[in-house]
Nanobody, 121 residues
């Protein structure tokens, strides 16, 4: 049984900053990668940033230079530092964790409940 808890969303003015956190708990054998997706009304869910267990990162072109993804492997936690926020960043942000269950040694992707980020102009 694995639980994922997201936090850090809120309302911020353009140019401001927010930090999102996502922590996984439960019977986890290992984590392959952790990432952040977002979905705005009427749009498809898109990858924002991801980080592997080895530390390699990947960013959407729209957030490069503004967002930074990091992780704490010991705490099974991934962070998204968002700076210079723009109104077009407004969306529900979802955490995604690619992990292996301890009991079955099977790989699965687990999603967080989502946290709303609203950027006003």
């Amino acid at each position: 049984q694995v639980h994922v808890e997201e936090s850090g969303g809120g309302l911020v003015q353009a140019g401001g900053s927010l930090r999102l956190s996502c922590a996984a708990s439960g019977s986890i054998f290992s984590i392959n990668a952790m990432g952040w997706y977002r979905q705005a009304p009427g749009k498809q869910r898109e990858l924002v940033a991801a980080i592997t267990s080895g530390g390699s990162t990947n960013y959407a072109d729209s957030v490069k230079g503004r967002f930074t993804v990091s992780r704490d492997n010991a705490k099974n936690t991934v962070y998204l530092q968002m700076n210079s926020l723009k109104p077009e960043d407004t969306a529900v942000y979802y955490c995604n964790i690619d992990l292996v269950y301890y009991s079955t040694r099977t790989r699965v992707e687990v999603w967080g409940q989502g946290t709303l980020v609203t950027v006003s102009s």
